[in-house]
């Protein structure tokens, strides 16, 4: 079971979340024309091994999305903030577009 | 060496002294045609046809662990040709063709059972659905029957037939389905393409590509430097970490899948039977373990376990749908690293680097497509065109809007 740490709720198991996606891909901005950033933000992604932020949804507790770094190889969990709160890499699908 | 029955009689009266090794284990060489990143059982089987059927066998498979030790050896073993859509099902029915013929071809025992899978309806709108699909599977030349219930009950009585939220209402029954024995089919293919001259290279680990001029010339690994006019990557679960050594992004994210298996017990279920209102699927092994699985653990994860919560999620299922095996105790659980694509279905394809190729996105599909997923690579290396059934799986198709998802719910890998 994984126990993560809800910023408002506490410690909490993985079961009261929902799993989102991937945290590390960044919408393009809404101009954008080209194709490929597009292609990238939606589909490409870095899948590594090791640390991952994640969006996960509080959904069976305070319905918050947060942002949750957990590790893909050994499951460990790492820091949790909201969503709203996070402050991400800049997006891979941008620097693809060049 | 062959096997056959006259050969076991004979080593039978003469103490086992005759049997050798079923493959060698060689030394890479410096170069060679193609060198297979992967042995498992698309790579291992990769090789036995290019061996075989494209007489190209100056081969290398490279494997950082064992053969067959990935998830050629922990799948639930299930073998079907019951897909709904054009760029699937063709690929499938000509595997499940290949696999009608594979002990034959490759002189080895890989217990072909096909003892049928029922897919379960529990919804008017399923069996519509149920019913399409077997339109679909018909017309590609696999074979459906859609049993109503009463047919169902005839097969297997002791269902929860009257369930008051999931009653059965009959299922999609495809016959030529069925299991393997999913070890035995890695042994084969490493047996066929090692007696026709491939060198499977364990413990191997490929560390990086060398790549110039947009031209792969070969691959850098822990026993040194192999050159190779063609590389190709045939990995499942760590496409994204190999294919990122060559500056790769794939649409694929790594997510493990429990599998299970019970106790032995008498013989009670015949076939393959999966549940249409949960997400659950049951076989009996010839030991008389019922092997079985359900979801992924839903969120990305390289780790071969998976967690509690979704072990009791599938237990609830399996009591859902077949109450009797409530005290039946389990024996093993293992997970296995899936290359979830965006929409569910594979790749089989060249690079955009020259001389690179890629084989991979499987998802939780791949041991049914072993047999077609080797031709038609090999058949792609062999001659640089994809075979005709695999025209569909290219890396490409989601820029160009191509995508096969056969369960409609979009770029969700963890849902297909």
Redesign the interface.
């Known amino acids: 079971?994984?126990r993560i740490k809800c910023p408002i709720c506490g410690l909490r198991?993985?079961?009261e979340f929902?799993?989102g996606?991937?945290a590390n891909v960044n919408r393009p901005s809404m101009d954008e024309q080209g194709?490929?950033p597009w292609?990238?933000f939606?589909?490409?992604?870095?899948?590594p091994?090791g640390w991952?932020k994640?969006y996960w949804h509080h959904v069976q507790g305070c319905r918050q999305w947060v942002v949750l770094e957990?590790n893909?190889?050994?499951?460990e969990i790492g820091n949790c903030e909201l969503a709203r709160d996070a402050k991400l890499p800049p997006s891979?699908a941008s620097e693809?577009a060049e | 060496m062959r096997y056959s029955g006259l050969r076991v009689i004979k080593e039978a009266l003469t103490g086992h002294k005759g049997w050798r090794p079923a493959w060698r284990d060689p030394e890479p060489k410096k170069s060679y045609d193609v060198v297979i990143i992967g042995g498992g059982g698309h790579g291992l089987a990769t090789a036995y046809y290019l061996s075989k059927v494209h007489k190209i066998t100056n081969v290398a498979v490279i494997e950082k662990g064992y053969i067959g030790g990935g998830n050629v050896g922990r799948n639930t073993t299930i073998i079907r040709s019951n897909y709904l859509l054009d760029g699937n099902e063709p690929f499938y029915e000509l595997s499940l063709k290949l696999w009608e013929g594979l002990e034959q071809d490759f002189n080895y025992n890989a217990m072909v059972s096909q003892r049928g899978i029922l897919n379960l309806v529990h919804t008017d709108a399923q069996r519509d659905a149920a019913r399409r699909r077997g339109n679909a599977m018909i017309l590609n030349g696999s074979d459906a029957e859609l049993l109503d219930a009463n047919g169902v009950r005839a097969m297997y009585p002791f269902l929860n037939f009257d369930n008051a939220r999931f009653p059965i209402k009959g299922g999609l029954l495809h016959r030529r389905g069925g299991t393997v024995r999913h070890d035995a089919v890695a042994w084969g293919y490493a047996r066929g393409a090692d007696m026709r001259g491939v060198d499977i290279i364990q413990n191997c680990e490929v560390t990086g590509f060398k790549i110039e001029n947009g031209k792969c010339l070969g691959v850098e690994t822990t026993k040194g430097f192999i050159g190779a006019k063609k590389v190709a990557s045939c990995v499942a679960g760590s496409s994204s970490r190999v294919m990122e050594k060559a500056g790769m992004r794939l649409p694929i994210e790594s997510h493990v899948l429990q599998a299970f298996v019970s106790e032995g017990l008498k013989p009670v279920l015949d076939g393959v039977i999966t549940f249409g209102a949960g997400h659950f699927y049951c076989s009996q092994s010839d030991k008389g373990g019922l092997v079985f699985g359900g979801d992924l653990d839903m969120y990305n994860s390289y780790a071969q376990r998976g967690n509690l919560p979704v072990v009791e999620d599938v237990m609830e299922g399996g009591m859902a749908l077949i109450p009797a095996i409530g005290r039946v105790r389990m024996l093993r659980s293992w997970g296995g690293i899936m290359d979830m694509s965006m929409d569910g279905s594979p790749f089989i394809d060249k690079t955009h680097i020259d001389g690179l190729y890629f084989n991979g996105g499987w998802c939780y599909g791949g041991f049914k497509a072993t047999p077609a997923s080797g031709w038609c690579y090999a058949h792609l290396l062999a001659t640089d065109k994809p075979h005709e059934v695999a025209t569909a799986y290219r890396l490409d198709r989601f820029r160009t809007g191509h995508m096969i998802d056969e369960k409609g719910v979009g770029p969700n890998p963890n849902l297909h």
């Open positions: 079971m994984i198991n993985e079961t929902t799993y996606e991937d194709v490929q292609v990238d939606v589909f490409n992604r870095d899948n091994r991952h994640e957990r893909t190889l050994t499951h891979q693809a």
